[in-house]
Nanobody, 115 residues
């Protein structure tokens, strides 16, 4: 069974920073495209940032220049550094592992940005 273990969410003031972490098994990390999604109350889950092929990263327009996705291959961990946070970034953030038609999700971690 695929396990994606997330950590790092919490409550932060507007303009603050948080870093999310997602650890996966070595197999998943080696073969799956890793990324982060989020879901705000009453809204659909949306892509925040994800690696496509290799180390190429895609970002949602709303987070470009503020968020950075990175990976540590030795630790099988992907990170999401979130700077200049805004209240509209408040959501549950999910780690995702994607390969062909398969998607696996972490349990989600709450990020709340107060104004």
């Amino acid at each position: 069974q695929v396990q994606l273990v997330e950590s790092g969410g919490g409550l932060v003031q507007s303009a603050g920073s948080l870093r999310l972490s997602c650890s996966a098994s070595r197999t998943i990390f080696s073969y799956y495209a890793m990324g982060w999604y989020r879901q705000a109350p009453g809204k659909q889950r949306e892509l925040v940032a994800a690696f496509t092929s290799g180390s190429i990263a895609n970002y949602a327009d709303s987070v470009k220049g503020r968020f950075t996705i990175s990976r540590d291959n030795a630790k099988n961990t992907v990170y999401l550094q979130m700077n200049s946070l805004k209240p509209e970034d408040t959501a549950v953030y999910y780690c995702n592992a994607h390969l062909l038609n398969a998607d696996y999700w972490g349990q989600g971690t709450q990020v709340t940005v107060s104004s």
